[in-house]
């Protein structure tokens, strides 16, 4: 940016000193200071052997200081030879060739102190120094931040690619199609009659410290947390394969997939699934933990499932259960009205 002019104080005109420095030498920081230093010292020695008339009202404005930028040493005698013919005291450094630089060479030139309107004629478009080294520091990094963009740009566009085709295979992936309502060795029926009006206000009872989800967020996680849930809750008994693999139904539900958990640990698993006739809803997969059995978990799963079928409309709710082996399972059914009957009405 351009020099800045103003009055810093209300006695009179502002007054400055500007220091233009060359930036194609790439002087380190100690040699940039040197040289500025150089030339502040030779300005102030020679404004303070005159009137005091630059040297004071400058004091008075906070001794004020700009360092300012040229190209080159052209650039740098260009100014100087500027404020010579504006009557603008300079004082040109030429460097002794001890350190970095060859001897001779303009390093440096201070311009002042006096009126900032009077250096600005001088030194109005010229940019504010900045360290070559520190710039490109500076546009390496915005390179490196593009680069990342552009790469974090197309990561996003390979996953959203991915996303499409993933959920093209999902929907061309074959589906089980309803399993015949056929019983295993030991099963019955248990069905339940649902009432025309039912309220739903108090229903289901989480258990405490558990939360309740149905089949919702990462699809690749999911499967895997129901498949150990079956085996962790029915412990080698013969399953469904439906119960095994609800979201492949036809049907699939996911607002009726439901999960009990503790801790993110799943303690219990069941789905409630269509039947063979729309007003049939099945119950499957209703397993539970051992190590959290008699706390509720069971009650508040079959809870669930039935108010879905519910909110689907399905009048009928049925659910395979082998008395001997799942006896607590068994009488949660009967408490909840489920009684012995064909799975559809005749």
């Keep these: 940016m351009a020099a800045e002019s103003g009055s810093d104080s209300s006695d009179g005109p502002s007054f400055k000193l500007v220091v233009a420095a060359r930036v194609d030498l790439k002087m380190?920081?100690?040699?940039?200071?040197?040289?500025?230093?150089?030339?502040?010292?030779?300005a102030v020695r020679?404004?303070?052997?005159?009137?005091a008339e630059r040297l004071d009202p400058w004091e008075r404005n906070g001794s004020r200081i700009v360092v300012l930028q040229v190209d080159n040493?052209?650039?740098?005698?260009?100014?100087?030879?500027?404020?010579?013919?504006?009557?603008?005291?300079?004082?040109?450094?030429?460097?002794?060739?001890?350190?970095?630089?060859?001897?001779?060479?303009?390093?440096?030139?201070?311009?002042?102190?006096?009126?900032?309107s009077r250096v600005d004629l001088v030194t109005g478009d010229l940019d504010v120094y900045v360290d070559p080294v520190v710039e490109n520091l500076r546009r390496d990094l915005e390179l490196v931040e593009v680069r990342k963009s552009l790469e974090f740009a197309e990561i996003r566009?390979?996953?959203?690619?991915?996303?499409?085709?993933?959920?093209?295979?999902?929907?061309?992936?074959?589906?089980?199609?309803?399993?015949p309502l056929v019983l295993r060795s030991g099963e019955r029926w248990l069905v339940l009659e649902v009432?025309?009006?039912?309220?739903?206000?108090?229903?289901p009872r989480v258990p405490e410290f558990m939360e309740t989800w149905v089949w919702e967020g990462d699809p690749d996680i999911l499967p895997r947390k129901w498949t150990d849930a079956v085996e962790l809750s029915f412990q080698g008994q013969e399953v469904a394969d439906a119960a095994k693999q609800p979201w492949k139904a036809?049907?699939?539900?996911?607002?009726?997939?439901?999960?009990?958990?503790?801790?993110?640990?799943?303690?219990?698993?069941?789905?409630?699934?269509?039947?063979?006739?729309?007003?049939?809803?099945?119950?499957?997969?209703?397993?539970?933990?051992?190590?959290?059995?008699?706390?509720?978990v069971g009650f508040c799963l079959l809870r669930m499932c039935i108010d879905r079928h519910v909110e689907l409309r399905r009048s009928r709710v049925i659910c395979a259960v082998d008395q001997q082996q799942s006896p607590e399972a068994w009488r949660l059914l009967e408490r909840e009205g489920f009684k012995v009957g064909p799975p559809t009405q005749s």
Excluded at 46 to 51: N, V
Excluded at 75 to 89: D, R, T, Y
Excluded at 195 to 203: A, F, G, I, N, T
Aim: aromatic fraction near 4%.
């Design 46 to 51: 020679d404004a303070s052997a005159g009137t």
């Design 250 to 296: 036809a049907a699939f539900d996911r607002e009726g997939t439901f999960f009990v958990t503790h801790r993110s640990e799943t303690v219990g698993i069941a789905a409630a699934l269509a039947g063979p006739t729309a007003e049939v809803g099945v119950i499957a997969g209703w397993g539970v933990n051992p190590a959290f059995r008699r706390r509720g």
């Design 195 to 203: 009432p025309p009006e039912v309220d739903l206000s108090s229903r």
């Design 157 to 179: 566009r390979r996953l959203q690619d991915a996303e499409v085709e993933l959920a093209k295979l999902r929907q061309s992936a074959p589906k089980i199609p309803p399993e």
């Design 73 to 116: 040493e052209e650039e740098l005698h260009e100014i100087v030879a500027k404020a010579k013919s504006q009557g603008l005291p300079s004082y040109p450094q030429e460097d002794a060739g001890l350190t970095e630089l060859e001897d001779g060479a303009w390093t440096v030139a201070a311009l002042g102190p006096d009126e900032s």
């Design 28 to 42: 380190s920081a100690g040699k940039l200071a040197s040289q500025v230093g150089h030339a502040v010292q030779d």
